[in-house]
């Protein structure tokens, strides 16, 4: 009887080991950042400056172009009908 829990034991620890070996290979394992292509270099943008001149132009309390501007350059259709 104690062999059975010896060997059950052994199996256990056989187990363990291979499913920490796997957590371990797989934590090396780097993801590619998304986005990117290889090779291309990062253009900046400056994205948080656009975003405050399309406020200040379309949204803003005293817009820089007014609504009738607004529809114009945007094409809004109405999806009502």
Not at 11 to 34: L, M, N, T, W, Y
Not at 53 to 72: A, C, H, I, V
Request: charged share 30%.
């Amino acid at each position: 009887m104690t062999d059975d829990y010896e060997s059950s034991s052994d199996d256990d620890d056989e187990f363990i080991i291979a499913a920490a070996q796997i957590v371990q290979s797989a934590s090396h394992i780097r993801k590619k950042p998304g986005g990117s292509i290889p090779g291309r270099t990062y253009k900046y943008r400056n994205r948080e400056e656009g975003h405050a001149r399309l406020y200040q132009d379309y949204l803003s309390e005293n817009p820089t172009y007014g609504p009738t501007d607004f529809r114009r350059r945007l094409i809004l259709f109405d999806c009502s009908s």
